[in-house]
């Protein structure tokens, strides 16, 4: 049953699937997580995901792995 | 007018044979050593009269009507069973052998009805030609003999028909079902004048173990084994030779007719994919293209609760464009988009893709190749270099060892089976690692070596098994990876599938498997000389399906199976263009040939050709947009030729996004599932009516050509670019050659590739380039597309799907040999007779806990939704697994299939759903499939 502060369908899609990413891509090397997690995301993910992903990870509710918000910081960084 | 047959040279090809010399009726000519005489006679143009031989099949030395005669030695041998030697001279007509021939035709003839007038092969007839090519003109028995004219004639299958009175008992069929198919259904039972064609056990052909190919008809010599078309409509006049629309394996076909009526689909032994073989529904299954339920007429609607009006072309195409055009002028174009199909012609998936990046002005593009084959995509790039199965389908013949993973071609990909089938029988062997006891495991001469019957999700945790074994019991091909393998990646690599973690043992537990036949399969495949992966949706369909293709192609990196004729890792695609779909540039983050949006040389190439600025950034993929729908951002959607609503996971969910649309349209042959919430519908072709070019499993890029005139008056490549054009966005081509022009100017791979290279050559597998102008079989052969390989390690990370108390049983899905996919072409045609509804496989200890049967009403609930279906108690699934097929809408398989989906790819995870199973004591009208001849309500014409 979702509750009041659940997120939408589509933002739990997207806190899944950053988070699926995450564990699949950082099974042997921690150090390199948030990278592969960047790229991932900028090779793959829309610019309005990612921007959704951002904002969920702002408000701080989104349960999202340190990997991923690592990658968002990464992403968010001047080029 | 008779059709001109294609050409017959009596026995195989023997490939490799060096050049000798014999004199064929004293003119000398070169042929290969190891061919039979009675091909080099025909090579030489004089050909040998002949009953049971055909170039197909293994001589067999039974008619004896190919008597000839060699000097120097002694009597008239049969030319099928001798083969060629050098220096030999051979004489193929002389009094002594006319005398023979006619004596051996006269004992057939007097045992065969001459009703010639009559029956429907007259003039198609082997039996009849040799009778007149022998000069047969009287027989001499008396008419009171016993005959076969009171043999049984079996009408029992829906395609043909088998009249015993007209069987001269050559055994072509029985070895045509031995040989070409491997089925062996029929044999030669009795002996003498009793001898006849049985099927299995003396049963009908339909509820034998016949599979409906069709090799023994193409391969019967007289009316025998006729199609039931050919009965009805009379023997075709003319062909076009084309491209069949199923499965990935992309068999070349001749489309004979008569005028314009379709008659026969005939497999074209010039084929590269298959060789002259068929399976049943592209033999037989091609109705759906004039069935009754093809919309043919373009029709809209304002909203889905209202009943649809055929309008015209200009004002669908109108509507459609207002309504794309309105919906990006107030939200952007990215709440629009569109997807692209698998069966429709690379040339008609190309300018939808570009209409949707250049008119819709976003890379909101995807493809259904999104749910079957998206990982291999994913995964093949990341270690190869590009998203491209490694091998024709000719090189498994080098194979010695078969890896099956995921895949039931017997039924999937039914004629490249017959083929792998032939090699398994001359010796090489096979693993399966399946969680089902699929056909293959064991069948007529075929038995897998090892079968691993992993648990459903667990199949990384056996490839990296199996790495763990090749790592540490020194099995790796050191020389193929120091030379063509980054060094750095592989060391990483091994320490990590080294750990004790990944042994056999450790993951014994997880995926069900002993850890001796891991060891033992593992063993097999390295040590082997040449070892080939062959692999399906049970790879890719999972929540770590990138992932396992990845895993595979470290395994075959490390143990050098790579780069030449006998190895490889190959993909069996789901659709007849999956592989074209993907090429094409359908994927949100690639344009044609797997070049990612954001680079900006790729992007200019484009840009420059088609005149418009491309957005550099990754589009929306199918589940995204569904999100985004349901979430209200996205609200506009070009569906080509593809049932979401049908074919899709978690029916509801899908559904919920397609009534959340402000505008869908649909361009399809039916109305199917996902049409039931569009706006507009777009009629489209059939593969009968399409002009363009499909490509296959192995890259093969074949020819579609038009059998007969569109039904809908426009070609769908034509109705895209007259909704792009207007939208505003002018876009137009002369001839669907001219867009695989373009295709081949702006993609690299493709530059060689044209209409008028395909017509010479036949066709070509792609890369097709200057340096590679007749195509590229086998890739990666001295250097991997990226250069160096690049293992990636393959942690095993769990899905989050699980069995729970309330949800014990995992369902995973399939397809069976009969249906194809969502099931709106076969159940279409008389394939209906074999599979008439979907079934629930359980096992018995699951079904005995259950209180279920053969045949019991059942529930099956995930926690998305349930649906009923019968229940069919099997064996072959592992207890705690349960299985079904997705051919009928009414089924409703993916009501209960989930959200989840691959990592990489978004993939649907449809081999793993949690589902309870309950008899139902009180059933509701189980679905069986209604009939899809059903006609629904007609539109209000306008």
């Known amino acids: ?79 | 007018m008779t059709l001109q047959r294609e050409a017959d040279l009596g026995t195989p090809d023997v490939p490799g044979g060096e050049p000798v010399t014999v004199s064929i009726n004293g003119v000398g000519v070169s042929v290969p050593a190891g061919i039979s005489v009675l091909r080099a006679a025909a090579l030489a143009g004089q050909p040998v009269p002949k009953l049971c031989a055909s170039d197909s099949l293994e001589p067999f030395g039974s008619c004896r009507l190919c008597l000839v005669e060699v000097e120097g030695r002694a009597g008239t041998p049969a030319s099928c069973t001798t083969p060629v030697a050098d220096g030999m001279s051979v004489v193929t007509e002389s009094p002594r052998l006319a005398r023979l021939r006619r004596g051996v035709m006269e004992l057939y003839i007097s045992d065969h009805p001459l009703d010639c007038l009559t029956c429907p092969a007259n003039g198609d007839c082997e039996l009849q030609d040799m009778a007149g090519v022998v000069g047969l003109r009287e027989v001499r028995y008396p008419e009171a003999r016993a005959t076969h004219a009171d043999a049984p004639v079996d009408t029992s299958t829906p395609y043909f028909t088998f009249d015993a009175t007209k069987c001269i008992a050559c055994s072509r069929c029985v070895r045509a079902c031995d040989e070409v198919q491997g089925t062996f259904a029929l044999t030669i039972a009795g002996r003498g004048f009793d001898s006849h064609v049985a099927a299995s056990a003396g049963e009908p052909l339909f509820g034998s173990e016949c599979v409906s190919c069709g090799a023994c008809v193409q391969a019967c010599p007289t009316a025998t084994l006729q199609e039931t078309t050919v009965i009805e409509l009379g023997l075709p006049t003319r062909h076009v030779d084309t491209t069949c629309a199923y499965c990935g394996v992309g068999c070349s076909f001749r489309a004979e007719l008569r005028g314009d009526t379709l008659v026969r689909m005939v497999p074209s032994k010039a084929g590269g994919a298959n060789e002259g073989h068929s399976c049943v529904k592209g033999r037989f299954a091609w109705g759906y293209a004039t069935h009754r339920d093809r919309v043919t007429e373009p029709m809209v609607r304002e909203s889905i609760d209202e009943p649809w009006r055929v309008v015209s072309w200009d004002e669908a195409i109108g509507v459609a464009a207002r309504g794309f055009s309105a919906l990006r002028d107030a939200h952007g174009a990215g709440a629009i988009g569109g997807i692209t199909s698998s069966r429709c012609t690379n040339e008609e998936v190309f300018v939808v893709q570009k209409m949707v990046r250049a008119a819709f002005g976003t890379n909101n593009v995807d493809t259904c190749a999104r749910v079957c084959h998206s990982p291999t995509g994913y995964g093949l790039k990341q270690t190869f270099g590009t998203s491209a199965g490694t091998q024709d389908f000719a090189s498994v013949e080098q194979a010695d060892v078969i890896v099956v993973i995921g895949a039931n071609p017997t039924d999937g990909h039914p004629v490249f089976a017959s083929r792998m089938k032939r090699r398994l029988r001359q010796g090489a062997q096979l693993v399966v690692i399946d969680p089902r006891r699929i056909d293959l495991v064991r069948s007529p001469h075929v038995a897998a070596t090892y079968h691993l019957a992993v648990r459903p999700g667990a199949n990384v945790a056996i490839v990296n098994a199996m790495a763990h074994v090749v790592v540490t019991e020194g099995l790796v091909d050191a020389d193929f990876v120091a030379q063509r393998c980054e060094a750095d990646t592989f060391a990483r690599w091994a320490q990590f599938v080294a750990g004790p973690e990944n042994s056999p043992e450790a993951t014994e537990e997880l995926t069900g498997v002993p850890a001796s036949l891991v060891r033992a399969a593992a063993r097999l495949y390295a040590a082997a000389p040449n070892a080939a992966i062959y692999y399906g949706l049970g790879v890719t369909e999972h929540s770590q399906g990138s992932t396992m293709v990845m895993g595979m192609a470290n395994l075959a990196m490390a143990t050098g199976n790579i780069g030449r004729r006998g190895v490889g890792v190959n993909p069996l695609r789901g659709q007849n263009n999956v592989q074209g779909s993907c090429d094409m540039g359908s994927f949100p983050h690639e344009f044609a040939g797997y070049r990612h949006v954001s680079d900006d040389a790729v992007r200019a190439v484009f840009e420059s050709v088609w005149h418009a600025a491309l957005d550099p950034t990754p589009g929306l993929r199918i589940p995204n947009m569904l999100d985004a729908a349901v979430a209200g951002t996205f609200r506009g959607l070009f569906v080509q030729g593809e049932d979401i609503a049908q074919s899709d996971p978690n029916t509801a969910h899908v559904k919920a996004a397609l009534a959340s649309l402000d505008l869908l349209v649909v361009q399809d042959l039916f109305l199917n599932e996902t049409a039931a919430f569009a706006h507009v519908f777009l009629p489209g072709t059939s593969f009968l009516e399409k002009d363009g070019t499909f490509t296959n499993a192995e890259r093969r890029i074949n020819r579609v050509r038009p059998v007969m005139p569109s039904r809908t008056g426009m070609q769908e490549w034509e109705v895209a670019c007259a909704l792009a054009t207007a939208m505003g966005y002018p876009m137009g081509y002369d001839s669907s050659a001219a867009i695989m022009d373009e295709v081949a100017a702006t993609t690299p791979t493709f530059a060689g590739v044209s209409f008028e290279v395909l017509d010479r050559l036949g066709s070509v597998q792609w890369p097709c380039t200057p340096e590679a102008p007749a195509g590229t079989p086998i890739m990666h052969v001295d250097r991997f597309v990226r250069g160096l390989g690049h293992f990636v390690p393959t942690p095993f990370v769990p899905t989050d799907e699980r069995t729970t108390r309330r949800y014990p049983l995992v369902l995973t899905t399939g397809r069976i040999l009969s249906q194809y996919n969502v099931g709106a072409q076969t159940r279409r045609t008389a394939n209906v007779a074999w599979h008439p509804e979907d079934v629930l496989e359980i096992h018995p200890h699951d079904a005995e806990d259950r209180g279920i049967v053969d045949g019991s009403a059942v529930r099956v609930a995930s926690r998305v939704g349930e649906t009923v279906l019968r229940a069919l108690v099997s064996d072959r699934m592992p207890a705690g697994v349960v299985y079904t097929t997705f051919h009928h809408p009414v089924s409703g398989a993916n009501v209960v299939t989930t959200e989840f989906s691959d990592w990489a790819t978004n993939c649907p995870e449809y081999k793993v759903t949690a589902v309870q199973v309950g008899l139902l004591v009180t059933p509701p009208a189980v679905p069986v499939a209604a009939p899809a001849s059903e006609p629904g309500p007609l539109p209000a014409r306008t």
């Open chain 1, 1 to 79: 049953m979702s509750g009041a502060g659940d997120p939408a369908p589509g933002e739990a899609s997207l806190v899944r699937m950053a988070n699926q990413t995450a564990a699949n891509v950082t099974g042997t090397d921690p150090s390199e997580a948030a990278g592969a997690v960047a790229a991932h995301l900028r090779t793959f993910w829309s610019p309005v995901m990612r921007g959704d992903l951002a904002r969920l990870a702002a408000q701080g509710q989104a349960p999202l792995r340190p990997e991923v918000l690592a990658a968002l910081a990464l992403l968010a960084a001047p080029a």
